[in-house]
C-alpha cells in the first residue's frame, strides 16, 4: 500500500531532551516536507526536500533539523524540544515538481513539558 | 507573500444538502491548488488536485473549480452525508515563493443525520 509513515504517533517528552521524529514514504517520491499544525494558525511547513541530500527551510525552521540522506526517509530532529515545540507534525511527499499531489503522514502529537 | 482564507470557518447541514466551501488566496500566481480533508485526530486526505491551467476538477460528489485570476477557489460536496463531516482544508502551491505550500486555516463541515 502506497503510504507515508511517521512514528511515533504519540510522544511526550521534557524540555532538553533531544528527539527524532521518523518519516518514511514508499512511493519513490522527491519531494518531502514537515508541517506543523496549531490551532488558530493552522499548517505551518517546517523544512523541505527536493531530493536526497536537498534541504531548505520553510516558513518556520527554528529550532528544527532534517536530513535526507536516503529517497524514502526525511527525519525531523529537535535538538532542545520547547514547550512552544508543541504541536501536531505531519510528514508529506510529493512525485516532484511542483505540479503534482501532496500526500500526508497520519501525524505525531508531540508534548514538551 | 501568500495569504490563504477560508469562509465559513464552520457549517452545520442537515443530511442531503448541497453545500459550496469557499477559499481565497492573495497572489494568483500559482502552480496548483489542492483541497484536503481531515478527520479529528487524523492526518490529511487529498480530495482533489486542480493545476493553474484547469477550471475544475471532480471526483464522485465533490467538484472543485479555481478561478485564478480572482483568487478563489471553491469545493462543491453534492448530496453531503454524515461520513462527510470533517475539517476542510485548501492549499495553494505559490510560484513566487520557493516551494512552499501555504494552507488555509479549513472549514469545520457537520452533517446532520
Known amino acids: 500500500e502506497a503510504q507515508v509513515t511517521q512514528n511515533p504517533r504519540y510522544l511526550i517528552t521534557v524540555t532538553g531532551k533531544k528527539l527524532t521524529v521518523t518519516c518514511s514514504q514508499n512511493?519513490?517520491?522527491?519531494?518531502m516536507s514537515w508541517y506543523r499544525q496549531d490551532p488558530g494558525l493552522g499548517l505551518r511547513q517546517i523544512y523541505y526536500s527536493m531530493n536526497v541530500e536537498v534541504t531548505d527551510k520553510g516558513d518556520v525552521p527554528e529550532g528544527y533539523k532534517v536530513s535526507r540522506k536516503e529517497k524514502r526517509n526525511f527525519p525531523l530532529i529537535l535538538e532542545s524540544p520547547s514547550p512552544n515545540q508543541t504541536s501536531l507534525y505531519f510528514c508529506?511527499?510529493?512525485?516532484?515538481?511542483?505540479?503534482?499531489?501532496?500526500?500526508f503522514g497520519p501525524g505525531t502529537r508531540l508534548t514538551v513539558t | 507573500k501568500q495569504e490563504v482564507t477560508q469562509i465559513p470557518a464552520a457549517l452545520s447541514v442537515p443530511e442531503g444538502e448541497n453545500l459550496v466551501l469557499n477559499c481565497s488566496f492573495t497572489d494568483s500566481a500559482i502552480y496548483n491548488l489542492q483541497w484536503f480533508r481531515q478527520d479529528p485526530g487524523k492526518g490529511l486526505t487529498s480530495l482533489l488536485l486542480?493545476?493553474?491551467?484547469?477550471r475544475e476538477q471532480t471526483s464522485g460528489r465533490l467538484n472543485a473549480s479555481l478561478d485564478k485570476s480572482s483568487g478563489r477557489s471553491t469545493l462543491y460536496i453534492a448530496a453531503s452525508q454524515p461520513g462527510d463531516s470533517a475539517t476542510y482544508l485548501c492549499?495553494?502551491?505559490?510560484?513566487?515563493?520557493?516551494?512552499?505550500?501555504?494552507f488555509g486555516p479549513g472549514t469545520r463541515l457537520s452533517v446532520l443525520p
Open positions: 486542480i493545476q493553474s491551467s484547469q
Open positions: 508529506a511527499s510529493s512525485l516532484g515538481g511542483a505540479s503534482y499531489e501532496q500526500y
Open positions: 492549499a495553494v502551491r505559490p510560484r513566487n515563493y520557493g516551494q512552499n505550500f501555504v
Open positions: 512511493m519513490n517520491h522527491e519531494y
